[in-house]
């Protein structure tokens, strides 16, 4: 896997995670990042149901592998691929919670958004490139490519 150090969001992407984090507001929002090739250029997003319910929601996200599977299979006629996923930070900053880390899949880019007050605070992106090693951040270029 090549070495990156940034993530580009297009300015579409960008909006769509912003929608998805303040409409889930006060409960954590999850989804896809989807991108052509592995340069960490995100085009294109998909918002998944947190499976989570009640105060776990506020605190946590769960997605149903299949439905990850089910929308995979689609991404090639698009010509796309994921690339990372993201969720949100409700209150909270947008750093790596010890359940992120352990959970965080290699070789994806693992974007968080806090959300305070109901409006979009800050985004950070972290990514491993090995199960074993610790997830480094990846500086977050937004509405840089489309």
Known sequence: MKKVDAISISARAA?????????AYPRECCG???????????VKT???VNRLEGADAERGFAIDPLEIWDFEKKLAKQGL????TYHSHPD?????SARDEESMP??????????AR?????A????KTDPNDSPVELRVELGTKQ
């Open 81 to 84: 691929e994921i690339v990372g």
């Open 15 to 23: 909006r769509e995670i912003a929608r998805a984090a303040l409409t």
């Open 32 to 42: 896809l990042a989807l991108g052509r090739g592995r340069d960490l250029a995100v």
């Open 118 to 122: 109901e409006q979009i605070a800050d």
């Open 92 to 96: 909270q900053p947008a750093i790596l």
């Open 124 to 127: 950070r992106c972290f990514m």
């Open 106 to 115: 290699p070789g994806l880019a693992y974007l968080i958004v806090s959300v």
């Open 46 to 48: 998909v918002e998944l």
